[in-house]
């Protein structure tokens, strides 16, 4: 009997996941309920005949942490995770254990840690025996590691190969067929496009994820589509319609229980509101972002909030090159601390801008000569030509 609790309890953690949301209260009381009702049985020394149910169950209290974003609280999980997995021995449990802590590294800025465990998760990957892992940890194990992978990739500087992960990931999921996997799969696509500038592929795929989700009645997922939605119009310089995307997709994802992402929305939605001329309604969202990345440690985007704080401030009135300048250095400082060459060349190109429009040629050049150098790979991303043309502007 309490054997069938157990299993019963745990049954419910996904489809909860996928309607209610990871960390929606109804979520997390699934899942401690799941987890006192094992650690009782272990008491009375019958501990569950499948060893998966405990990961499972842990699996669901460390993505609820991760949803509601706590840096300290996300690396501590995933720290315990792996040694039971470790402890434990076998495949399954340690190919899981890897991607929680690739996903727990990367977000608190540990980028090429965390590149370093999807590496091992998906070395560790054999489709026979892990497909049907998506049941119990609420979305296919390959899928989502080469979504995640895709985003440090392009964060330390690959592009080509993010691209590659992403559509690898889509391409998988498609082919499996499961709704929640698909629609991971979408979200990551679509941003790692968005990262690459790709914005027409970014869109398409955002607007199937939100059409998906509608259909499937997931809010999470409808409200993140609405999310890279309100990204690309930011960037298609579309700042009221970004506004307004951004505000509903940001109610609707927060209801949920979720915060991780946030950081960089809010700096994408503070620049809308700037170049609207909506100045206090900027500085609000700047500071939200700021003090969210501080209290959480969600540091991942630390050095491109930092520069697009620093865009803010040169269309803002005052001293805004002196403020300027001073966040474009700390987004650097931050970007090669992250070993992070594709948020430190768009902090280069920022200040390089600036340097040009004052006169200092030679400072700007000298700064974004190595930078741009570094790069092997991804000479065809929006990013990439910009650099190039920017070094030829400051040759002529």
């Not at 419910?12 to 209610?20: A, G, N, R, Y």
């Not at 309604?281 to 440690?297: K, L, P, W, Y």
């Amino acid at each position: 009997m309490r054997r069938e609790q157990i299993n019963f309890q745990v049954a419910l953690i996904t489809p909860l996941i996928h309607v209610k949301g990871y960390a929606a209260p109804e979520t997390k009381a699934a899942a401690e309920r799941a987890h006192v009702l094992i650690k009782q049985a272990e008491g009375f020394g019958e501990p569950p005949e499948d060893p998966l149910l405990l990961f499972s169950v842990l699996y669901a209290l460390w993505i609820a942490s991760f949803v509601a974003f706590n840096g300290d609280v996300v690396r501590e999980l995933a720290e315990q995770f792996r040694a039971l997995a470790e402890k434990q021995g076998t495949t399954a449990p340690l190919l899981i254990a890897h991607r929680v802590m690739g996903i727990s590294l990367l977000h608190t800025g540990d980028i090429a840690e965390g590149r370093a465990h999807y590496d091992q998760s998906i070395a560790l990957y054999d489709p026979a025996a892990h497909l049907p892992l998506a049941t119990r940890f609420s979305v296919e194990a390959r899928v989502s590691t080469l979504s995640f992978r895709a985003w440090a990739l392009w964060f330390l500087g690959y592009p080509e190969a993010a691209l590659v992960d992403a559509d690898h990931a889509l391409k998988y999921a498609r082919e499996i067929g499961q709704a929640a996997t698909l629609m991971v799969a979408l979200h990551y696509m679509s941003f790692t496009h968005i990262h690459c500038g790709n914005y027409g592929a970014a869109k398409a795929e955002a607007d199937e994820l939100v059409a998906l989700a509608d259909e499937k009645t997931t809010l999470i997922w409808k409200a993140l589509g609405m999310l890279d939605q309100g990204c690309l119009l930011v960037l298609k310089g579309k700042a009221s319609g970004a506004v307004q995307t951004f505000t509903s997709g940001m109610i609707s994802y927060q209801s949920t229980g979720s915060t991780v992402w946030i950081p960089l929305h809010l700096s994408y939605l503070a620049k809308a509101y700037s170049e609207l001329g909506q100045v206090d309604d900027a500085v609000r969202c700047i500071g939200e972002a700021i003090t969210a990345v501080e209290t959480t440690r969600e540091r991942w985007c630390e050095a491109e909030i930092n520069r697009i704080v620093g865009e803010i401030a040169l269309m803002s009135p005052g001293p805004g090159a002196a403020k300027a300048e001073a966040y474009f250095e700390r987004a650097l400082t931050i970007a090669r601390q992250q070993q992070a060459k594709s948020w430190e060349l768009r902090a280069a190109m920022s200040m390089a801008r600036l340097w040009h429009d004052q006169g200092k040629r030679e400072e700007a050049r000298d700064l974004l000569v190595p930078v741009y150098g570094w790069f092997t790979e991804g000479f065809d991303t929006r990013d990439l030509k910009e650099a190039k043309a920017l070094l030829e502007e400051l040759a002529a």
